[in-house]
C-alpha cells in the first residue's frame, strides 16, 4: 500500500511538471554530454516501422524536394539549427552535408560553406521537447554525428556544438539460424544516445544471409534481426573492428505469445482489439524499442485472443492493445506489459474513456450557469489519449469533463464571454478538485538592461496564469515591450528565453496581476550580462583543442555564444552571474585531454585560467558476459612498490557500450589517463584482469578483457517458519576474505530468500550463510555449487546461539544506531586460521547482537572503527545467549604524520592510511584539506606492522609518494615523515 502511494506521488509530481512546462515555464535543454555517442551516418533503405528511412534515396521531404515545406516555416514559431563542422585539427569543412534527423519529422538537410558553418532550418518547436541527431558526411568519406534537442523554449536560431568529422566504417552482417543463411532477414544497426537507441542504417540481407553496414563512426552500436518464422536476435558490438569476418547474428527459435485482450472494469473479452508487440531492451534504462519491424497480430477474435510469432523464448517483450471506444494506452503513465522470457500467453486489459465531475469554487468572477457554452482546451503529453467526442459542461452547479483517459488529465475551459477555469483530473478519481473560474486578462511588460535601455527582440515567456488558448511566448519590440494576453490574476514570473544568449532561461521578475493594474505597463529590469575571459592552455601553451564543450555551472554554453581566439587560447562569453551569487564551477572539457577547471565569480569583468594536458586513450574492448553488466576500472603498476595500484582514469562516456544486456560480440569502453605508464583493466565484480599495456601520453592504447564465462551463482536461503530471512548474508568460505567478488561482507538476502554472487563458469564455490538471530544448520548451512547450475544452491538456518555485547568509547558514549562492526570468532586464537569465523554486526538501541556460530571456545576480536580493536581471551559461548556485557576498547597507539612540501607549494586535499600487515588486517585513516600545513595523527591502532600510504583527492595527474612501512606498539606514538615533492613511481 505504501509502495502504491509512492508510485502515485510521484506520478502526480510528474504530471504537474509536464502541466507547468505546457504553461509557459521554461524547458531548459537536456545536459549534453559532448562524450555522448556518436551515430555515424546512414544510407538506409525503406522499412523502419513501416516508414522510410532517412537516406539519399527515402527521403520524404527534404527543403529542396518539390512541395517540401522544410524552409515555409516562419521564424516565430520555426527553429533553424546554426553549427559548424571541423576536422580533428579544428580547420574548417567546407562542402559538408550535414542532416537533422527527428522522429515523425522529415530529413532537413544542408550545406556548410567555406568556413564550415551551416543553418539547418527544422521545423515548429515541439510541445514539449523532441531528441534527434546531426549527422555530418565529407566527400572523402568521413563522418561525424552528435545528439540534439528541441524544446518548446528553444530559440528562432538554436546553436548546436560543432560536429568533428573522422573515419568511417564498414563491416559485414551475416544472418544465420542453425548454422545456415537466412535471406530476407530486416537487419537494424543502430546506436545507444542519451536514454534511447538511434537506428543508424536498416535493410534486408540478401540470398546469402548477409547485410552491409557503411559509413558508420567510431562507438559502440547493436545489430538486430528478424526473420519469419524464426526468433528475433541482437548483438553488440565496437567499432572500429579488430576482427576482418562478418558479424554473425544468430537467429533464435521461434516463440508464439498469445494475448488476451479484456475489458479493465468488467474482465469480458474484446473483440476486434489491436495488439501490439515490442523488443524490450534489457539494459538499465528499461528501454522499449520498436527498431525491427512493428509485430501487429490479427484482430482478436470473439473470445478476445490473437497470437504473434517471431518472438524468441530468452527476451523479455513488451505488449499493449487498443480498441475501439478504449482509451488508447499512455506509456509514461501506464507502461506497456511485460511478457517474461518463459511466457506463451499474456493478457492485456484495455480501460474505457471517463467523466470526472470538478466542484465550482467562488472565485472574483461569476459562477457560470448550467447550460452555458464551454470551449474545452485539453492537454496532454499525447492528444490521443483524450476521446474523439471530448466535451465539457456546467451541470447542478459542477463542472463536468467527459472523454478523459484513465490516467492523469488536464485542461482548461472557457465560456464566450472569456471566464477561464482549469482542471486536472487524479489517476483513478472520478471526482476532482475544486475549479475557479478567473476572468482573462492581459499584461504589458517592458524589458530593460539595467543602465542600457530596452532589450528588443527577446523571446519572453511566463510561469503561473497562463489562460486558454493564448500563445505561451511573446517578442519584445522596439521599445522592449510584450503583452502577455489572456492571463489569470495571480503571481506572474515572466522569463527570457532568448534576447541575446547571456540571457536565456533568466528570470525578469514577478508581476501580481490583478484587475486593478492589468492596464499599467509593468516595467522589469535585468542585470547587464558581464564579460569574462577564459584563457586556456595545453600542456602550459595557449591554444584550444579541436572540439570541446564548455560548462558554466550546470549549464552547456552555445558555441555562438563564445569569440573565440584559437591561436591565443582565448574564449570571451558574456556572464549573467552577480557579485551576492555563490561562485560557480568552469569546465572545459575536450576529448584527449584532461578536463580545465576553475570558478567564476561574476559582478563585473573577470579572467579565469583553464589548464589542459594531453591525455592517453585506453580502449577496454570487453567480451561482457551474458547479462552485459560489467564493472570496469583501470589499475597502474607502482614500480617502486613492486605492485598494481588504481590509476587516476576517467571513462570516455562517448565509447562506453555500458550494460547492454543480451549477447555481445565486443563492447568497449575508453578512459583518459593523466600519465604514462603500464596499466591494465579489471572487472570489479569478477576480479577478472586484462592484460597489462604501456601507455603513452598523447597516444591511444588498447586491451581487452574476457567475461564471457563469468556467471552467477544462485542461492536459495530457507529459514525456520515465522521468522525473517532477509537479514541474512551469504559468503564464499574457499577464497581470500579480500576477494573482489563481494564475498568479504557477503551479498544480502531478499525477502524471499534469493541471493547471487558472481563466479566464472564452471568453478567449484563453497557457500555459508550467516544470519544476526538464526545459525547455519549443522546440514545444509554450508553447500558446495558448480557456477552456473540450472538451479540454485539450497542453505538453511535454524534457530540457534545468540552473542550479545555493548560497545562505550573511552568517553563513556554509545557508538551510534546503524554503527557497523567487525568481530572475528576463532576457536583456536589464530585469527589467520581457516576456520575463523567473520562476522559484521551492527548496533540496535544500544547493544550488538550476533548469531550464526555454534556453541563452542571462541577468542574475540572486536573493531567498532573507532578506538583500537578489542581482544579477548578464550570465551565459552554455549547454547542460547551470551551476554558479554559492556565493552571498552583501549586506546592503543596512535601515528604522527608529518607532510613536508616545497616552498611556496600548495599541498593537494589527502588522506593517509596506515593498514595493518597480517592477520587480523584492518585500517585508520587521518584527512589534510588542501591548503592546510597540519600534520595528520592517526589514532586506534593495535600493536603491528602497517603499511602508510598517501592519497591525493582530486588531484589528477599527481603521484603521492611511495608507501612507507613501520612498527606500532600496544600503546604511544610513533611519528612518520612524508615528503611530498618525491613521487612514489
Not at 506463451?344 to 450557469?369: H, L, N
Not at 528588443?456 to 521599445?479: I, N
Not at 563564445?562 to 574564449?571: F, S
Request: net charge negative.
Amino acid at each position: 500500500m505504501r509502495r502504491g502511494g509512492l508510485i502515485l506521488l510521484l506520478l502526480l509530481l510528474a504530471a504537474g511538471a509536464i502541466w507547468w512546462l505546457l504553461e509557459g515555464g521554461p524547458l531548459g535543454a537536456p545536459d549534453v554530454d559532448p562524450y555522448a555517442a556518436d551515430e555515424g551516418d546512414v544510407d538506409s533503405e525503406p522499412g523502419l516501422e513501416g516508414r522510410e528511412a532517412p537516406g539519399p534515396q527515402g527521403d520524404p521531404a527534404r527543403p529542396d524536394d518539390p512541395g517540401s515545406d522544410a524552409d515555409d516555416t516562419p521564424e516565430a514559431t520555426g527553429i533553424v539549427l546554426i553549427g559548424r563542422v571541423v576536422d580533428e585539427r579544428r580547420r574548417p569543412v567546407a562542402e559538408a552535408r550535414v542532416e537533422a534527423r527527428f522522429p515523425d519529422r522529415p530529413t532537413r538537410d544542408a550545406t556548410t560553406d567555406a568556413e564550415g558553418r551551416f543553418e539547418l532550418a527544422v521545423g515548429e518547436r515541439p510541445g514539449v521537447f523532441v531528441v534527434g541527431t546531426l549527422h555530418a558526411r565529407t566527400d572523402d568519406g568521413r563522418v561525424a554525428a552528435g545528439p540534439v534537442s528541441l524544446q518548446a523554449s528553444s530559440p528562432a536560431r538554436r546553436d548546436v556544438r560543432p560536429l568533428v568529422v573522422g573515419p568511417a566504417y564498414s563491416f559485414d552482417v551475416r544472418i544465420e539460424r542453425a548454422g545456415a543463411p537466412v535471406a530476407g532477414a530486416a537487419v537494424v544497426v543502430a546506436r545507444p544516445i542519451w536514454a534511447q537507441m538511434t537506428a543508424l542504417q536498416a535493410g534486408t540481407t540478401n540470398d546469402a544471409g548477409v547485410f552491409r553496414a557503411e559509413g558508420i563512426s567510431r562507438g559502440p552500436v547493436r545489430v538486430f534481426a528478424s526473420a519469419e518464422g524464426h526468433g528475433r536476435n541482437h548483438l553488440g558490438l565496437y567499432l572500429p573492428r579488430s576482427e576482418t569476418d562478418p558479424v554473425v547474428v544468430e537467429l533464435l527459435e521461434e516463440r508464439q505469445l498469445t494475448v488476451r485482450v479484456v475489458d479493465a472494469q468488467t474482465k469480458r473479452p474484446v473483440e476486434g482489439a489491436t495488439v501490439h508487440v515490442g523488443d524490450r531492451y534489457a539494459s538499465r534504462s528499461n528501454l522499449v524499442l520498436s527498431l525491427l519491424p512493428k509485430l501487429v497480430a490479427e484482430p482478436t477474435d470473439a473470445a478476445g485472443m490473437t497470437t504473434i510469432g517471431t518472438l524468441n523464448a530468452r527476451d523479455e517483450y513488451s505488449v499493449n492493445a487498443e480498441a475501439e471506444g478504449y482509451a488508447p494506452p499512455d506509456p509514461r503513465l501506464s507502461p506497456p506489459k511485460t511478457v517474461a522470457p518463459d511466457a506463451v500467453e499474456v493478457t492485456c486489459e484495455v480501460k474505457g474513456f471517463r467523466t470526472v465531475s470538478f466542484p465550482i469554487a467562488e472565485g472574483d468572477a461569476r459562477v457560470p450557469q448550467d447550460g452555458t457554452s464551454l470551449e474545452l482546451q485539453l492537454v496532454a503529453w499525447m492528444k490521443a489519449t483524450f476521446a474523439d467526442d471530448a466535451a465539457a459542461r456546467i451541470e447542478a452547479g459542477r463542472l463536468v469533463v467527459s472523454g478523459l483517459p484513465p490516467t492523469f488529465a488536464t485542461g482548461r475551459v472557457r465560456t464566450p464571454e472569456g471566464l477561464v477555469a482549469r482542471f486536472n483530473a487524479l489517476m483513478g478519481k472520478d471526482e476532482g478538485s475544486p475549479v475557479t473560474f478567473r476572468q482573462g486578462l492581459e499584461a504589458r511588460v517592458r524589458i530593460v538592461e539595467r543602465g542600457r535601455g530596452p532589450l528588443t527582440g527577446a523571446r519572453v515567456t511566463w510561469t503561473g496564469g497562463v489562460a486558454f488558448g493564448e500563445p505561451r511566448t511573446e517578442v519584445t519590440d522596439a521599445r522592449g515591450e510584450a503583452t502577455l494576453r489572456g492571463m489569470e490574476p495571480g503571481r506572474i514570473t515572466v522569463v527570457l528565453l532568448s534576447g541575446s544568449d547571456a540571457y536565456r532561461g533568466v528570470s525578469a521578475g514577478a508581476i501580481d496581476l490583478n484587475p486593478g493594474n492589468a492596464d499599467e505597463l509593468h516595467v522589469l529590469e535585468v542585470e547587464p550580462p558581464h564579460p569574462l575571459t577564459l584563457e586556456v592552455t595545453i600542456d602550459g601553451e595557449p591554444g584550444l583543442p579541436p572540439a570541446y564543450e564548455l560548462r558554466l555551472g550546470n549549464r552547456w554554453v552555445g558555441p555562438a555564444e563564445l569569440v573565440e581566439d584559437a591561436a591565443a587560447g582565448v574564449l570571451q562569453i558574456d556572464t549573467r552571474t552577480s557579485g551576492s551569487a555563490a561562485p560557480q564551477p568552469i569546465e572545459l572539457r575536450a576529448r584527449g585531454f584532461t578536463s580545465g577547471t576553475g570558478m567564476f565569480r561574476g559582478g563585473g569583468s573577470e579572467t579565469v585560467r583553464l589548464a589542459l594536458t594531453t591525455a592517453a586513450e585506453l580502449t577496454v574492448r570487453v567480451t561482457p558476459p551474458e547479462d552485459g553488466d560489467v564493472s570496469i576500472a583501470i589499475e597502474r603498476f607502482d614500480a617502486d612498490a613492486d605492485r598494481w595500484v588504481n590509476a587516476r582514469a576517467r571513462r570516455s562516456e562517448s565509447e562506453a557500450a555500458g550494460a547492454l544486456g543480451g549477447r555481445q560480440e565486443a563492447s568497449a569502453q575508453v578512459f583518459l589517463i593523466a600519465e604514462s605508464g603500464r596499466f591494465r583493466a579489471r572487472d570489479a565484480y569478477s576480479d577478472t584482469y586484462s592484460d597489462p599495456v604501456d601507455v603513452s601520453l598523447g597516444y591511444e592504447a588498447e586491451t581487452s578483457i574476457d567475461l564471457s564465462q563469468v556467471v552467477w551463482i544462485r542461492v536459495q536461503v530457507e529459514v525456520p517458519e515465522g521468522t525473517a530471512v532477509h537479514r541474512a548474508r551469504v559468503f564464499r568460505t574457499d577464497v581470500e576474505p579480500d576477494h573482489r567478488f563481494g564475498v568479504k561482507f557477503g551479498v544480502p538476502v531478499d525477502g524471499r530468500g534469493r541471493a547471487r554472487m558472481r563466479a566464472r563458469r564452471g568453478e567449484r564455490a563453497a557457500l555459508s550463510v550467516r544470519h544476526p538471530v538464526l545459525a547455519a544448520a549443522i546440514e545444509g548451512g554450508r553447500v558446495d555449487v558448480t557456477a552456473g547450475a540450472p538451479k540454485p544452491a539450497v542453505l538453511k538456518l535454524e534457530q540457534g546461539n545468540l552473542l550479545t555485547f555493548r560497545i562505550l568509547g573511552r568517553d563513556g558514549k554509545a557508538p551510534p544506531r546503524g554503527r557497523a562492526t567487525n568481530v572475528l570468532l576463532a576457536p583456536s586464537g589464530d585469527f589467520g586460521a581457516a576456520d575463523v569465523i567473520r562476522a559484521i554486526t551492527v548496533v540496535e538501541d544500544g547493544q550488538h547482537t550476533l548469531g550464526g556460530f555454534p556453541a563452542g571456545t571462541y577468542h574475540l576480536w572486536i573493531d567498532a572503527f573507532r578506538d583500537a580493536p578489542i581482544v579477548l581471551g578464550a570465551r565459552a559461548l554455549g547454547a542460547g545467549t551470551t551476554d558479554l556485557g559492556a565493552l571498552t576498547p583501549p586506546a592503543g597507539a596512535s601515528l604522527r604524520v608529518k607532510l613536508l612540501a616545497d616552498a611556496g607549494a600548495t599541498t593537494p586535499n589527502l588522506w593517509v592510511v596506515a593498514r595493518r600487515q597480517g592477520a587480523p588486517t584492518f585500517s585508520r585513516a587521518g584527512n589534510r584539506p588542501k591548503g592546510s600545513a597540519e600534520d595528520v595523527r592517526i589514532t586506534g591502532l593495535a600493536a603491528g606492522t602497517y603499511e602508510v600510504s598517501i592519497r591525493y583527492l582530486g588531484a589528477a595527474g599527481a603521484s603521492p609518494p611511495a608507501p612507507q612501512r613501520v612498527e606500532v606498539g600496544e600503546q604511544g606514538q610513533v611519528d612518520v615523515t612524508f615528503d611530498l615533492g618525491k613521487r612514489g613511481g
